[in-house]
């Protein structure tokens, strides 16, 4: 039947032509977006995956900038360490020369306290933004590392936590150590108390619940020919091997500063313990557990004052063959002190520029990931725009003639 108020034919032709132009609009838009999905409503799951991954992105970003400033402050202090073990090598040479007797050792000793201060002044310049690791006196809890912020670490249940690569700083300042006020207890236990025998080592144990941040330890150098009692106060992360190994440089400078005679003690650090051993025919020194001492921190003045971990260079005086004689004892442990820091920071730089490959790496998988997921298929769109071209001509042809039906009525009334 044939109606002049109402054209089915026009109708769906009407129909078919918007849904055309509706998927024409579609492929238009990702053409020029770029992308399949460029809102949630054109699919709310997948728009919201990408979300998540594209927050993920940013953060990488801001971690990469966050890598490349630690990066560039371990670098900073590598470098400074670097320097430091090579003016150290050189002050060595100044030493070793003025074990000689016949050597102007004033001299000399100009040379070295010249030295000691451009360490002193590489120390206070390796900074960057602010931030010297080579300087870690602090007794504050925390304050003898840095964290460098390293990576998002995103669960299974989409929370996220962030990780942190730790930087430890290293002391090669010169500040002197203090005790504060307050009594020393017995801070180790010895192998055996009384006469060392002859030939005879005998070995005190620091005890690890003493080492806190800011206790003061303090070995008797005058049993074997020293002039007292030698300070150390321990610094955040310090062990008992490290504490050992500065009281054992401590005393041996001591000695030989005193004139003491070398050989008949030897004295050394061996994980964690600081090993005697009677080089005399006879039995020696009487040893007891109060040589070896520790005061906790206190506060205010009170506190020990942690010394810098190049404090025995402010003491090197080669102007005397005792002088010369303490310093060429300290200076190896300086000088692996320098060594230790540079190579410890050679470490966490070289960690951080493997972290910051890596994210950097990561973040670009994330955006392909992201990409297959919301990105348009160009060439699949471009086809389509051109069939979706031809069907919407095609659909104005169809709908022109659906319009026209209704006059061929015309002709039945003539």
Same mark, same amino acid.
């Given at each position: 039947?044939?109606?002049?108020?109402?054209?089915?034919?026009?109708?769906?032709?009407?129909?078919?032509?918007?849904?055309?132009?509706? !998927? @024409?609009?579609?492929?238009? %838009?990702?053409?020029? /977006? $770029?992308?399949?999905? +460029?809102? *949630?409503?054109?699919?709310? #799951?997948?728009?919201?995956?990408?979300?998540?991954?594209?927050?993920?992105?940013?953060?990488?970003?801001?971690?990469?900038?966050?890598?490349?400033?630690?990066?560039?402050?371990?670098?900073?202090?590598?470098?400074?360490?670097?320097?430091?073990?090579?003016?150290?090598?050189?002050?060595?040479?100044?030493?070793?020369?003025?074990?000689?007797?016949?050597?102007?050792?004033?001299?000399?000793?100009?040379?070295?306290?010249?030295?000691?201060?451009?360490?002193?002044?590489?120390?206070?310049?390796?900074?960057?933004?602010?931030?010297?690791?080579?300087?870690?006196?602090?007794?504050?809890?925390?304050?003898?590392?840095?964290?460098?912020?390293?990576?998002?670490?995103?669960?299974?249940?989409?929370?996220?936590?962030?990780?942190?690569?730790?930087?430890?700083?290293? !002391? @090669?300042?010169?500040?002197? %150590?203090?005790?504060? /006020? $307050?009594?020393?207890? +017995?801070? *180790?236990?010895?192998?055996? #108390?009384?006469?060392?025998?002859?030939?005879?080592?005998?070995?005190?144990?620091?005890?690890?619940?003493?080492?806190?941040?800011?206790?003061?330890?303090?070995?008797?150098?005058?049993?074997?020919?020293?002039?007292?009692?030698?300070?150390?106060?321990?610094?955040?992360?310090?062990?008992?091997?490290?504490?050992?190994?500065?009281?054992?440089?401590?005393?041996?400078?001591?000695?030989?500063?005193?004139?003491?005679?070398?050989?008949?003690?030897?004295?050394?650090?061996?994980?964690?313990?600081?090993?005697?051993?009677?080089?005399?025919?006879?039995?020696?020194?009487?040893?007891?557990?109060?040589?070896?001492?520790?005061?906790?921190?206190?506060?205010?003045?009170?506190?020990?004052?942690?010394?810098?971990?190049?404090?025995?260079?402010?003491?090197?005086?080669?102007?005397?063959?005792?002088?010369?004689?303490?310093?060429?004892?300290?200076?190896?442990?300086?000088?692996?002190?320098?060594?230790? #820091?540079?190579?410890?920071?050679?470490?966490?730089?070289?960690?951080?520029?493997?972290?910051?490959?890596?994210?950097?790496?990561?973040?670009?998988?994330?955006?392909?990931?992201?990409?297959?997921?919301?990105?348009?298929?160009?060439?699949?769109?471009?086809?389509?725009?051109?069939?979706?071209?031809?069907?919407?001509?095609?659909?104005?042809?169809?709908?022109?003639?659906?319009?026209?039906?209704?006059?061929?009525?015309?002709?039945?009334?003539?």
């Amino acid at each position: 039947m044939s109606s002049i108020l109402t054209n089915a034919s026009a109708m769906v032709a009407l129909q078919t032509l918007n849904s055309i132009n509706k !998927d @024409l609009a579609m492929t238009q %838009s990702e053409i020029s /977006t $770029g992308r399949s999905i +460029a809102s *949630a409503k054109d699919g709310s #799951a997948i728009w919201a995956i990408s979300q998540v991954m594209q927050s993920d992105v940013d953060g990488f970003g801001a971690i990469s900038d966050s890598l490349a400033l630690g990066e560039s402050t371990v670098a900073v202090g590598r470098n400074a360490s670097e320097s430091v073990t090579s003016l150290l090598n050189q002050a060595k040479e100044k030493i070793v020369a003025a074990q000689e007797d016949n050597v102007d050792r004033s001299k000399l000793q100009t040379e070295l306290a010249s030295l000691r201060d451009q360490i002193n002044g590489i120390v206070g310049a390796a900074q960057f933004n602010g931030q010297n690791l080579l300087s870690n006196a602090s007794q504050t809890a925390g304050d003898g590392t840095v964290d460098v912020l390293a990576s998002l670490d995103r669960a299974a249940n989409g929370s996220v936590s962030a990780a942190s690569i730790t930087v430890n700083k290293q !002391d @090669l300042g010169q500040v002197d %150590s203090v005790a504060g /006020t $307050g009594a020393f207890a +017995a801070g *180790a236990t010895i192998s055996a #108390a009384g006469a060392i025998g002859a030939g005879a080592t005998e070995a005190y144990t620091i005890t690890p619940a003493n080492i806190a941040i800011g206790t003061a330890f303090q070995f008797d150098a005058a049993l074997f020919g020293g002039t007292g009692d030698m300070l150390y106060v321990a610094r955040e992360g310090d062990t008992a091997s490290d504490i050992a190994s500065a009281l054992v440089a401590r005393t041996n400078m001591d000695r030989a500063g005193n004139g003491a005679a070398m050989g008949d003690y030897t004295i050394a650090a061996v994980n964690g313990t600081i090993e005697v051993t009677n080089n005399t025919a006879a039995a020696g020194a009487t040893l007891a557990a109060a040589d070896l001492e520790f005061k906790a921190t206190g506060v205010g003045a009170a506190a020990n004052t942690i010394g810098g971990g190049l404090e025995l260079l402010g003491d090197l005086d080669v102007s005397s063959a005792n002088g010369a004689a303490a310093a060429l004892e300290a200076i190896e442990f300086l000088t692996q002190k320098s060594i230790n #820091a540079a190579a410890n920071f050679g470490t966490s730089e070289k960690r951080l520029e493997i972290q910051s490959e890596f994210v950097n790496k990561l973040s670009d998988s994330l955006r392909v990931g992201i990409g297959a997921l919301v990105d348009a298929n160009m060439e699949e769109a471009s086809a389509r725009l051109q069939a979706l071209q031809v069907q919407q001509q095609l659909g104005i042809q169809s709908l022109s003639i659906a319009n026209q039906a209704p006059q061929s009525i015309l002709s039945l009334f003539r």
